[in-house]
């Protein structure tokens, strides 16, 4: 990635599918009544949003690509935040929400870091480590957080009375 719009772009779009996948999986915690976690998704989407603004605020003055959605240049389908939903359970504990949580921004992390480390744009290198730096926050924030957590019971996903879905 030698092109500053085009690393803008990916960001703007890594933060921006992580917000819609939080807001998406507090909307499915809530249906299920796990309110702590529904909140606690809802936060992780209120801090993408805030690094999309910020995003923004780094592409204020650049006309930025559109892509269509296979066109980025993601490790695959989707950006390296947006982590997938069927790693989620609708018991799930706030501990599963932050090493979800966790899980994803070190994959934004790394990302920076790859496109740091192979770019060959020096104003793009500057930028994704400037990325890597402030992800790597994000990452040690949540471990502490999670240090914080209590971890839940073996049997945490146990239902008496699972959810069924008639055809």
Do not use: I
């Not at 092109?3 to 703007?12: N, T």
């Not at 779009?13 to 807001?23: F, G, K, V």
């Not at 069927?86 to 992390?109: K, V």
């Amino acid at each position: 990635m030698n092109d500053v719009a085009v690393f803008l772009a990916h960001a703007l779009a890594l933060e921006e599918e992580a917000a819609d996948r939080y807001s998406e999986l507090a909307d499915t915690m809530a249906v299920h009544h796990n309110d702590d976690v529904a909140a606690l998704f809802r936060r992780m989407a209120s801090f993408s949003r805030m690094h999309a603004d910020a995003v923004r605020g780094r592409a204020a003055n650049v006309e930025l690509p559109h892509f269509k959605p296979w066109e980025y240049q993601w490790d695959g389908p989707e950006g390296a935040e947006t982590g997938p939903g069927d790693r989620t359970h609708y018991l799930m504990t706030p501990y599963h929400c932050l090493q979800f949580a966790l899980t994803n921004e070190r994959r934004g992390r790394d990302f920076y870091d790859g496109v740091a480390k192979s770019t060959t744009d020096d104003e793009v290198r500057r930028l994704a480590e400037q990325m890597v730096a402030e992800e790597s926050e994000h990452v040690l924030v949540l471990e502490q957080w999670l240090g914080q957590t209590p971890k839940p019971p073996a049997d945490w996903d146990a239902d008496p009375d699972p959810p069924v879905v008639n055809d």
